[in-house]
C-alpha cells in the first residue's frame, strides 16, 4: 500500500517570502498523480497543484511550484511571495492510475502560518 | 460548472442514534463519489468510493454504510452512532477522463459530533 509523509507538522513564513513544504511517499508503482490541497479554517478542501509521474516537468500554478524528484519519491510545494490568505492547512495526496476507482492516499499535512 | 453540496453542515446527535448525510453533484455525469473523515488536525482517510449506481466498496470495517441511490447521490449512514464516529465528513467527486481518474474534488464537509 502506499504511504504519504509530511514531516512538518508546522510552518511559519513572513508575509512576501517563499517557504517550501516537504512531502514524500512509498509506492512500488511508476505511474501516479500527486496532489496539493489547501484546507482554509473553513475546511473547504482545495485544489492548489498537480503533478502527472510520467511529466518530468515541474507543474506550476501562480505562486506555487512543485519540485517533483520522482527517483527519490519527493514532491514538495514551495509558496513564494506568501500571502495571508496562504495560511492554511495543506495536505500532499497520491493517487493510483492503476484502476479507475481513483482512491487517494494523504498525509498528515502542514499547518502553514504566514506573518505579517 | 460542476458543483457539490453537502448537508447538513453540521449535525450534534447522541450516541445511539441514526445518522443519514448526504451528498450531491450537478454538472457532470457518472462521477467517482468518495466520502472522507478527518480526525481533528489530521489528514483523510477513505471510507467508501463508488464507481457507478449501487456500487459501493468499503475501505475501513465500522459502523457506517453508503448508498448510492442516484447517479449523483451518495449517502453516509449509521443505524446507531458510536462516540468514535464524530468527525469532519467530506464528499468528494471525480471523473474518469482518457487512462485513468483525474483530479477529485471535495465539499464543504459536515461536523459531527456524537454525545
Known amino acids: 500500500a502506499q504511504t504519504v509523509t509530511q514531516s512538518q507538522p508546522e510552518m511559519s513564513v513572513q508575509e512576501a517570502e517563499t517557504v517550501t513544504l516537504s512531502c514524500t511517499y512509498d509506492?512500488?508503482?511508476?505511474?501516479?498523480?500527486l496532489f496539493w490541497y489547501k484546507q482554509p479554517p473553513s475546511r473547504q478542501m482545495i485544489l492548489v497543484i498537480r503533478?502527472?509521474?510520467?511529466?518530468?516537468q515541474n507543474a506550476t500554478e501562480n505562486r506555487f511550484s512543485v519540485n517533483f524528484q520522482k527517483a527519490a519519491k519527493s514532491f514538495s510545494l514551495k509558496i513564494s511571495d506568501s500571502q495571508l490568505g496562504d495560511a492554511a492547512m495543506y495536505f500532499c495526496a497520491y493517487r493510483t492510475t492503476n484502476t479507475n476507482a481513483g482512491k487517494s492516499t494523504f498525509g498528515d499535512g502542514t499547518t502553514l502560518t504566514v506573518k505579517p | 460548472s460542476q458543483t457539490i453540496h453537502q448537508w447538513p453542515a453540521t449535525l450534534v446527535q447522541p450516541v445511539g442514534s441514526p445518522l443519514s448525510l448526504e451528498c450531491t453533484v450537478e454538472?457532470?455525469?457518472?462521477?467517482?463519489l468518495y466520502w472522507y473523515r478527518q480526525a481533528a488536525g489530521r489528514g483523510l482517510q477513505l471510507l467508501f468510493y463508488?464507481?457507478?449506481?449501487?456500487?459501493i466498496s468499503s475501505e475501513v470495517p465500522q459502523n457506517l454504510s453508503a448508498s448510492r441511490p442516484q447517479d449523483r447521490q451518495f449517502i453516509l449512514s449509521s443505524k446507531k452512532l458510536l462516540l468514535s464516529d464524530s468527525g469532519f465528513y467530506l464528499c468528494a467527486w471525480s471523473v474518469l477522463y482518457g487512462r485513468a481518474v483525474e483530479t477529485q474534488y471535495f465539499g464543504p464537509g459536515t461536523r459531527l459530533l456524537v454525545l
Open positions: 509506492t512500488s508503482e511508476s505511474d501516479y498523480y
Open positions: 454538472g457532470t455525469s457518472n462521477p467517482n
Open positions: 503533478q502527472e509521474a510520467y511529466k518530468q
Open positions: 463508488s464507481v457507478g449506481i449501487g456500487q
